[in-house]
């Protein structure tokens, strides 16, 4: 009989946060796949945990894929963690457990930590319906078109960013938004630097180049919904996919701004992306 693939969450940051579960689990397997086996081996020690290290992360998965299905198909026990929370969620793994769904081997979650989860927890931000965007673009105009985007949403958008980068995504953004928008910068959650502010954009922008220290660590951000009665809808982007096709850019972007109430510097940003 093959084995099964265990897809384990781990702590973002407080050990005690890790589950029985994973711990049990951790403990049996035959093995482990981890992003960086170093990295993950400092936190099995502190466990007591010594089972094989095979590391799986974005430029070998493909190929290693294959070895780790052979090996369940064999009946070996295994799992796959990342360097911290829940693997999958901007991390390696999706070929992985596609691989092991087609050969028919069992997948099997053990859930827990998740640093997009814990910040739309504590974030004050309207929860029902969101969207989770991972990391923007680093630079350039497909950074500038995904904050626009992010701007234009009805819904609460969750963002990964490099603290490196964070300074220069809220001052974008604050020229996008209303006075009023609010983000939650959420920072180090679960450890002794935890952090969690919410405010209006230009206010938590102020304050993060201000304190240096906001631009350490690891970040989420929590952007509150545009108010619904200038939200991008669907409607609006048909209706601007059919008047691109005959009209410029800034002529489109001129056109919707008197339509939907938005600004034209976030529409352009916005329209480029949907012409591209």
């Known amino acids: 009989m093959s084995g099964t693939l265990f897809i ?68 070996e026990q295994g799992a796959l963690i990342s360097d911290a929370g829940t693997p999958l969620i901007s991390d390696p793994g999706y070929r992985l457990v596609r691989a092991c769904q087609e050969a028919q081997v069992n997948v099997v979650p053990i859930p827990g930590a998740s640093a997009l989860l814990a910040a739309l927890a504590a974030a004050g931000q309207p929860s029902d319906r969101f969207l989770f965007e991972g990391f923007v673009p680093a630079k350039g105009a497909p950074r500038q078109q995904a904050i626009a985007r992010l701007a234009a949403l009805s819904v609460t958008s969750i963002i990964y960013e490099a603290p490196h980068r964070v300074l220069s995504f809220l001052e974008t953004l ?12 959420c920072r180090e959650l679960t450890k ?17 180049a201000s304190d240096s220290n906001q631009r350490r660590g690891e970040l989420v951000l929590v952007l509150s919904p545009l108010a619904q009665s200038s939200a991008w809808t669907e409607k609006d982007e048909a209706l601007a996919k059919t008047l691109l096709a005959e009209l410029p850019v800034s002529r489109v972007a001129k056109i919707m701004a008197a339509h939907t109430g938005l600004k034209r510097q976030e529409l352009y940003a916005l329209l480029q992306s949907i012409e591209s």
């Open 8 to 75: 384990i969450s781990t702590p973002i940051g407080h050990l005690d946060d890790i589950t029985r579960r994973a711990i049990d689990v951790l403990a049996a397997v035959d093995w482990i796949a981890a992003e960086d086996t170093r990295h993950s081996q400092r936190m099995l020690d502190q466990l007591g945990i010594r089972n094989r290290m095979i590391s799986c992360h974005d430029h070998n998965e493909s190929q290693r894929s294959d070895e780790l299905v052979a090996r369940l198909q064999g009946g």
């Open 174 to 185: 604050k020229e996008l938004v209303e006075k009023d928008r609010e983000i939650t910068l």
């Open 192 to 208: 002794q630097f935890e952090t969690i502010r919410r405010g209006p954009v230009a206010e938590i922008c102020d304050w993060v």
